[in-house]
T-cell receptor, first 113, second 116 residues
Framework: KQEVTQIPAALSVPEGENLVLNCSFT??????LQWFRQDPGKGLTSLLL?????REQTSGRLNASLDKSSGRSTLYIAASQPGDSATYLC????????????FGKGTHLIIQP | NAGVMQNPRHLVRRRGQEARLRCSPM?????VYWYRQLPEEGLKFMVY????????ESGMPKERFSAEFPKEGPSILRIQQVVRGDSAAYFC??????????????FGAGSRLTVL
């Protein structure tokens, strides 16, 4: 059974810092991995999607890496801003035809102005 | 394009009542997924539907829960005889193809069910 763990559960940093969020998964047979952002009272917004054959994806100040063999992914946020405050979720899609994403519990991020 | 629309946004039910949650996918999307987020838990996959077909319901509780996506109208997640443990946020997502990661899903804002 696939399990996804995110560390830390919560993080508070001053504005401008670079930071790393971690995600680990127990079954390396994944189809892809996604990072989402969840704002209170709103839906999830997909940030980055990494296919199992890829090593990383970049979008603006965000960079996500994937090491499938070790079951790890990191989300790097450069030059953090107060608007980055949200819960960040990591999710994997299992290989073998499964259709549902397996999510971690998320990292609650606060960027202090 | 209004995105994925879920209603009601908030629903309060007493134990034993029925809850119906609706999801209208994005225009052009024919694939719908339901996820449940219990307090302090991650989102859990419940069911994947295409028009008039349930493709994968491996995450659905065996009793009291059902889902449909009719040819016309929204997808509906129905919970009969609700219990307090059903209190959660229920999220719907839609996409235009199979394998939810092959295309980026669009999530709705969720329906928050509270069972008294």
């Amino acid at each position: 059974k696939q399990e996804v763990t995110q560390i830390p559960a919560a993080l508070s940093v001053p504005e401008g810092e670079n930071l790393v969020l971690n995600c680990s998964f127990t079954d390396s047979a994944i189809y892809n991995l996604q990072w989402f952002r969840q704002d209170p009272g709103k839906g999830l917004t997909s940030l980055l999607l990494i296919q199992s054959s890829q090593r990383e994806q970049t979008s603006g100040r965000l960079n996500a890496s994937l090491d499938k063999s070790s079951g790890r992914s990191t989300l790097y946020i450069a030059a953090s801003q107060p608007g980055d405050s949200a819960t960040y979720l990591c999710a994997v899609l299992r290989g073998g035809g499964a259709d549902g994403l397996t999510f971690g519990k998320g990292t609650h991020l606060i960027i202090q102005p | 394009n209004a995105g994925v629309m879920q209603n009601p946004r908030h629903l309060v039910r007493r134990r034993g009542q029925e809850a119906r949650l609706r999801c209208s996918p994005m225009k052009g999307h024919s694939h719908v997924y339901w996820y449940r987020q219990l307090p302090e838990e991650g989102l859990k996959f419940m069911v994947y539907l295409q028009k008039e077909n349930i493709i994968d319901e491996s995450g659905m509780p065996k009793e009291r829960f059902s889902a449909e996506f009719p040819k016309e109208g929204p997808s509906i997640l129905r919970i009969q005889q609700v219990v307090r443990g059903d209190s959660a946020a229920y999220f719907c997502a839609s996409g235009w193809g199979s394998r939810s990661g092959a295309n980026v899903l669009t999530f709705g804002a969720g329906s928050r069910l509270t069972v008294l």
